[in-house]
């Protein structure tokens, strides 16, 4: 859940909570406007049954601003059941227009008397900067345009007093991520998802003939637009007398104001879909190739085919420009290839496809978190409260000045216009250039006489079960390694294969095509190193390996443990070793995500949809699912919020028969209702006695006459398939850090015969909020729960209550000291099942 000021959030239940946030009186207008995002149907929902949650009334704004100006009909109230089935859809249902009368003054006048109409006065927009822009403007005239349509017997005195105040608070739902101040935008992850479709599948073409292709992805204007006035348009400024304050905004943390990213996993399309998919050379507008680049670039391609590469990707942004502003093209591109080296080369433009297409499990929960927090918003705002946009900071959902991360937009175009391109770089946050290196580091092979050779071999090893999106992390390390003069050296079979010497040296071509391949390329098992110490040690002297990258879930981080205390025994192991976090599970100590967690709760989130779509097609079913994940619940948890589920059952949140009744008469209810199907999903752990076949055969047993169960345990499809966008993304870059500070410590002991014994020499990098951390491997085990192999303190079980209210349930959390909605561990009998 987001974070809120102390002084709002009085201690005490969420009840209390939402009695200070009544809603009671209160209407609520929704609207989408400008481009189409997938997501944007699940950020709706969320303000729907959120709004209805805390009993205020929400309305339709059907086509966006131009709806708002006619009025009528395209102005509907929205009940519960209204916005039931539509998380699973792309686009949205209340459609999207561009509006051009509400740029004028007579056209907001009449939107302002549409909504006296029916009362409202807190205005819910979700759309990018010009959409968000306009409702400010629309904010900022509200007083007057109400005093005008009072001075023109439209409305009473009494009206202008009553709704004397707009409150506005938007939402950024737009692929191409292209707006300052949120780490990702709503149906940017889906539109990732639709180029890695297309990119998966062209490869199979390409090595088949040994073409090249050029692929064409969005990102207009730098991966930014221009900030607009109303509906969406977009133009070079702002109306006169509406322009924005031409101040730079200041860089502070999410209490208050903007703050650029720390680790921002997905920035714009082209960049990050040519991390994922390991492209040979990628055209952004915010990085113009030098002079010279067209040379550079055949050279690489036919590098490429000497080494019998059967294919080359290369991306370019829809904006792509050179250092003199001028135009880049994919036709430029193909033309200078088929010219230059004669390969067979063909132009794939993905156009509209990447707004296409299911949400993401991504995009979901992020619309859901999003739409409940921008109505907690509207609740809360005063008439001195500026217009607001709910953004996205590492794991939290927070509230900044809607203007200043407009005008932090309008700075990044403005350094464009002007060809101050590393400026702009900067202005989009830190991913630039961190991203933009990592995929230099990673396209180019370096010259062996050109490169420095420090003598140092480095091992990199798969451990625990498979997750997708490892080869990707292997990838990055074998090549960032290499770019950094070290021998690399792939241990196969985990700590088993290490004893038994599977270790082979692995060269920059030997990882090529590996980051869209699922699994573990180079084998994992779950075998601890402890009874093989004496072999490791041995096969470490061997091939003296100077650090150890170890890749994998909670055996890797109890392997690396064990490999720490070994120390004093062997000082082979006396050198740096970090582990990246791998695991479906999510269950790793001191990261937030682990690579292969979005691939699985994207499996899920699929399988769900599927089975929703069978269960309403028979009408009054509940289907079980039974997620994996051992002790730790979050595939069950984030994979019921993505899925729209009725109940998910977690080992964190212990729950008894008293619960269980409590689901199976919520279903009966709803199955009065015109949504006659359930989804309950259940942790393969959560319950030693309560199992998938007791609760499958109490819901039977309880449901019987009113509506009949199925049951599917997902088992290990969750582990397979080819990673998605996120994880690709995510292995490459925690893998390339990782390798990066592997670098610096063997630095530290060049020519020094430095052994290292501290702490801080063994450590897992993990993701917290929105940095990347290194932290001793001994430090985290005060916060682990060994016994059940969980952290002790997860960040998503404050998510827990958003399900239930999604799904008509009455919440209960406590506010903890922070701030921060606490889930509630011990219940009454009176109290429903807690999320």
């Not at 798969?462 to 074998?478: K, Q």
Request: proline share 4%.
């Amino acid at each position: 859940m987001a974070h809120h000021d102390d002084s709002q959030n009085p201690k005490g239940s969420f009840r209390k909570f939402l009695e200070h946030l009544s809603g009671a009186g209160k209407a609520i207008g929704v609207l989408t406007s400008g481009g189409d995002a997938q997501g944007m149907n699940a950020a709706v929902r969320a303000v729907v049954r959120m709004g209805i949650y805390v009993g205020a009334k929400v309305y339709f704004i059907y086509e966006g601003y131009q709806g708002m100006v006619d009025g009528g009909s395209n102005i509907v109230e929205a009940d519960w059941e209204s916005v039931s089935s539509i998380l699973q859809v792309g686009g949205t249902i209340i459609g999207s227009a561009r509006c051009k009368d509400f740029r004028s003054r007579e056209g907001r006048l009449k939107a302002a008397a549409n909504l006296i109409q029916l009362g409202i006065t807190n205005l819910c927009v979700i759309g990018g900067d010009g959409s968000l822009t306009g409702a400010n403007i629309f904010r900022r005239e509200w007083s007057g345009l109400l005093e005008e349509l009072a001075k023109d017997g439209k409305i009473d005195k009494e009206a202008v007093q009553r709704h004397g105040h707009l409150n506005v608070v938007g939402m950024v739902g737009s692929i191409d991520n292209d707006f300052c101040g949120t780490d990702m935008t709503i149906g940017t992850d889906s539109a990732l998802h639709r180029i890695m479709e297309v990119v998966d599948a062209i490869m199979t073409t390409a090595q088949s003939h040994q073409r090249t292709f050029v692929l064409e992805v969005m990102g207009r204007h730098c991966g930014y637009v221009r900030a607009g006035t109303a509906g969406g348009e977009r133009s070079p400024r702002m109306d006169p007398g509406h322009s924005v304050p031409q101040r730079p905004c200041p860089r502070k943390g999410p209490r208050g104001r903007p703050s650029r990213s720390l680790l921002c996993l997905c920035r714009y399309l082209a960049l990050v879909s040519a991390l994922a998919c390991g492209a040979d050379w990628v055209f952004l507008p915010e990085s113009p190739p030098e002079e010279g680049w067209q040379e550079d670039m055949c050279i690489k391609l036919s590098e490429n085919r000497a080494r019998k590469k059967r294919l080359n990707i290369i991306i370019v942004a829809e904006g792509a420009i050179d250092t003199q502003n001028k135009p880049i093209t994919s036709e430029q591109i193909k033309e200078l290839v088929v010219t230059q080296l004669g390969y067979d080369t063909r132009v794939t433009i993905l156009g509209h496809v990447q707004r296409g297409g299911t949400p993401s499990a991504f995009d979901r929960i992020l619309a859901s978190r999003m739409g409940v927090e921008a109505v907690v918003a509207l609740l809360q705002a005063t008439p001195e409260t500026p217009a607001c946009v709910v953004s996205l900071s590492g794991n939290q959902a927070v509230r900044l000045p809607l203007m200043e991360c407009v005008q932090m937009t309008q700075d990044v175009q403005k350094a464009m216009d002007e060809g101050r391109f590393k400026e702009a770089v900067k202005l989009r946050g830190s991913l630039c250039p961190s991203g933009l290196e990592c995929a230099s580091r990673l396209r180019l092979q370096l010259n062996g006489r050109e490169l420095r050779q420090t003598n140092c071999n480095v091992g990199v090893v798969n451990v625990g079960a498979p997750a997708a999106g490892m080869n990707a992390a292997v990838r990055a390390a074998v090549r960032v390694g290499i770019s950094d003069g070290h021998k690399m050296f792939a241990v196969y079979d985990g700590f088993e294969g290490f004893a038994k010497g599977n270790i082979k040296e692995i060269g920059w071509a030997d990882v090529g095509g590996w980051t869209g391949q699922g699994g573990s390329i180079l084998g994992t098992k779950r075998t601890l190193p402890g009874k093989y110490l004496e072999d490791i040690a041995a096969q470490m002297r061997a091939h003296r390996i100077n650090a150890l990258l170890i890749i994998g879930g909670f055996e890797a981080y109890l392997g690396l443990l064990e490999l720490s205390a070994a120390r004093e025994k062997h000082e082979e192991f006396c050198v740096p070793m970090v582990m990246v976090p791998a695991t479906v599970s999510n269950n790793v100590p001191g990261s937030d995500f682990s690579i292969g967690a979005d691939t699985a709760l994207n499996t899920i989130t699929d399988t769900c949809d599927r089975i929703k779509q069978s269960a309403s097609g028979t009408k009054r079913r509940v289907f079980i699912i039974e997620t994996m994940g051992g002790f730790c619940g979050y595939l069950a948890n984030m994979g019921a919020l993505a899925a729209g589920a009725d109940a998910a059952y977690i080992f964190e949140e212990p729950f008894d028969i008293r619960d269980l009744q409590s689901n199976v008469e919520h279903l009966t209810e709803k199955m009065k209702t015109t949504i006659q199907r359930g989804l309950v999903l259940r942790n393969e752990s959560c319950s030693e006695n309560y199992t998938t076949d007791f609760i499958y055969q109490l819901y039977s047993e309880e449901g019987r006459g009113v509506f009949d169960c199925r049951k599917n345990v997902l088992g290990h499809m969750q582990q397979g398939g080819a990673p998605s966008p996120f994880d690709r993304n995510f292995g490459t870059k925690i893998s390339a850090r990782a390798m990066q500070w592997i670098s610096s410590k063997l630095k530290e002991s060049l020519g020094k015969g430095k052994r290292f014994v501290s702490d801080d020499s063994i450590c897992v990098l993990g993701i917290s909020k929105r940095n990347l951390v290194f932290q001793p491997v001994a430090e985290l085990k005060k916060e682990t729960d060994f016994e059940h192999r969980i952290p002790k303190e997860q960040w998503w079980l404050k998510l827990r209550p958003l399900m239930k209210i999604l799904a008509k349930y009455k919440a209960s959390f406590e506010v903890s000291e922070a701030g921060q909605l606490e889930p509630v561990q011990h219940r009454g009998p009176e109290e429903p099942a807690a999320i």
